[in-house]
């Protein structure tokens, strides 16, 4: 890779990492999305990015574009960190719940005033008719996008995102957390975040020194032991 080569790389990844999301889809409009033929392009970019981010060789494009790897490895993971924070806040938990009655609340009073009215003319024949499609049609996509975000966070941002750090930042538990914070984790999510990504182990086991590696064996205690 010659260095304008490299340069466009990386200017390619700040560029496609910082764009916005698509709106999410309004289920209470009665207009369609209007990101629709574009389904879920915005969500893939991000996973892709993460992919070429955790993939990068840093050694070489350092000597490369004659860059610090210090300032290459604060690249990566900020850019990262960013996104995935983005889509953290776009996520919606346990939305899944709502789900039913919200497809009732879509559907229910159209269905009621189709067979009110069925007497007085053609059902089919006024486009209002059809309007409450694009409101479950716009539900169906933002569900879809809610599991999609929560899917490429959880199984494949967030393990990329802890390998790099556990790399990057060997014993240097404060710069670990400190990125994870960034990345829009509450103080106690950090140890649950190594728990189901990277685990326990030799090249783990620094990040649960201390106090909060302390609480974080006694809340697991109390889990197991069903309190």
């Not at 993939?55 to 690249?75: E, G």
Request: hydrophobic share 35%; glycine share 6%; with cysteine.
């Amino acid at each position: 890779m010659t260095r304008e080569e490299a340069c466009d790389m990386i200017w390619s990844l700040y560029l496609i990492g910082g764009a916005p999301m698509y709106e999410a889809p309004d289920y209470t409009s009665d207009q369609p999305w209007p990101y629709k033929n574009e389904k879920n392009n915005d969500i893939y970019s991000k996973a892709r990015i993460s992919t070429a981010i955790s993939l990068m060789d840093i050694n070489q494009l350092s000597t490369t574009l004659k860059i610090s790897k210090r300032k290459l490895i604060h690249f990566n993971i900020s850019l990262l960190s960013g996104i995935i924070k983005k889509i953290k806040k776009m996520h919606i938990k346990d939305f899944h719940k709502n789900e039913e009655s919200l497809y009732h609340e879509i559907f229910s009073p159209i269905k009621h005033q189709s067979e009110m009215d069925a007497s007085a003319k053609d059902i089919g024949n006024d486009i209002k008719d059809y309007e409450w499609t694009h409101k479950w049609n716009n539900l169906v996509t933002f569900s879809s996008r809610n599991q999609m975000l929560d899917t490429y966070v959880i199984r494949i941002m967030e393990k990329r995102f802890i390998s790099m750090l556990v790399k990057y930042f060997p014993d240097q538990a404060g710069e670990v957390v400190k990125y994870i914070r960034k990345a829009g984790y509450g103080d106690g999510e950090v140890l649950d975040l190594i728990d189901r990504t990277a685990g326990y182990n030799s090249n783990t086991a620094y990040l649960y020194q201390g106090k909060s590696g302390e609480e974080h064996r006694k809340k697991l205690q109390r889990k197991q032991s069903g309190e």
